[in-house]
């Protein structure tokens, strides 16, 4: 069973940063499509970034593209979302979640999902 784990999350004012964290423990491969997601208050669930867990092209939205990026600990299982420029619209509950198949990721339908962080941005 795969376990996802994040934290970081947190208050900081607009043009600010801050950077999350995602444990993964529970592969049984070396590998796995991993991605980010938020959900505003009163909001659907918007991909963030999406990416393999352990090497490979990261992919970004439209909205953080610039802004936000993605690091791997590959010895520490953990993988990081960077986000710098915060924006009021960045404010929301941030989910990393994984999938053995990637069209789960590109469907936003990933089986496992964290339990999540919110990120709060103050104008």
């Known amino acids: 069973q795969v376990h996802l784990a994040e934290s970081g999350g947190g208050s900081v004012q607009a043009g600010g940063s801050l950077s999350l964290s995602c444990a993964v423990s529970?592969?049984?491969?070396?590998?796995?499509?991993m991605a980010w997601f938020r959900q505003a208050p009163g909001k659907g669930r918007e991909w963030v970034a999406r990416?393999?867990?352990?090497?490979?092209?990261?992919y970004y939205s439209n909205s953080v593209k610039g802004r936000f990026t993605v690091s791997r600990d590959n010895a520490e299982n953990t993988v990081h979302l960077h986000m710098n420029s915060l924006k009021s619209e960045d404010t929301g509950a941030y989910y990393c979640?994984?999938?053995?198949?990637?069209?789960?990721?590109?469907?936003?339908?990933?089986?496992?999902w964290g339990q999540g962080t919110q990120v709060t941005v103050s104008a």
């Open positions: 979640a994984a999938d053995p198949l990637y069209e789960h990721i590109l469907t936003s339908s990933p089986q496992y």
């Open positions: 529970g592969l049984t491969s070396s590998t796995i499509f």
């Open positions: 990416f393999k867990s352990d090497e490979g092209t990261i």
